[in-house]
Structures are given as C-alpha cells and as structure tokens.
C-alpha cells in the first residue's frame, strides 16, 4: 500500500504562513497525481488543492485560492502547500492523498492512500 506522510503544521497567528509537505513512504511521487485534503473538527473533509504529476495543472477550493499555493519538487519527492494570510477558519487537520483526477471538484472520491494528517491551528 502507497503511504503518505503530511509534516509542517502547528500554531500559527491569523495572517502568518506555513508550508505543508507531503512525502512518500518508500516510492517516488513523480508519477502520482496529489490532492490536499483538510477536516475542520464537526466538518466534514473538504478538497483544498490538487497538482497533477507534471505540476503543469493544479486546482483550489474558492475558500483558499488567492491565499494557498500547491507546488512539487520531483527531485526532492515532496509536495507542498503554502498557505499564506492563514485565518481561523483554516484550523483543521490537513491530508494528502494520491488520486486519479484533479479537476474544480477536488473530490475525495477521486483519492485514495490518504496520510495520517497534520494539525494546523489559526489562532491569536
């Protein structure tokens, strides 16, 4: 089973930035098209952003676009999110996943071999 592992959330004030990564267990992410996931506690889990393998097409939820920026580095097999001007209704559990499409929708269904998350908290 491919395994993902999220790093980089933490406490950070309304308006700061912090930079998720996303990295294999064991494979190369080169060929594996990446979605990032968040669930904010009593919500339910929403698509953020997805890249395709080439980075050449990404997507973003209308909630973070303008602010978050998804990226890749093959040469480092990682994938990341920036977000920047962080708010607090950005406080939730972040989730990579590899999926099959990216596309506006960012769909869970189109994910599977999801990450065990990283918290990330907007708070003064």
């Known amino acids: 089973q491919l395994q993902l592992v999220e790093s980089g959330g933490g406490l950070v004030q309304p308006g700061k930035s912090l930079r998720l990564s996303c990295t294999p267990s064991g494979f190369t992410l080169n060929y594996y098209l990446i979605g990032w996931f968040r669930q904010a506690p009593g919500k339910e889990r929403e698509g953020v952003s997805c890249?395709?393998?080439?980075?050449?097409?990404?997507n973003y939820a209308n909630s973070v676009k303008g602010r978050f920026t998804i990226s890749r580095d093959n040469a480092k097999n990682t994938v990341y999110l920036q977000m920047d001007s962080l708010k607090p209704e950005d406080t939730a559990v972040y989730y990579c996943?590899?999926?099959?499409?990216?596309?506006?929708?960012?769909?869970?269904?189109?994910?599977?071999?999801w990450g065990q998350g990283t918290q990330v908290t907007v708070s003064s």
């Open positions: 996943a590899i999926g099959y499409m990216c596309n506006a929708r960012i769909a869970e269904t189109d994910f599977v071999s």
């Open positions: 890249i395709s393998s080439s980075g050449g097409i990404t």
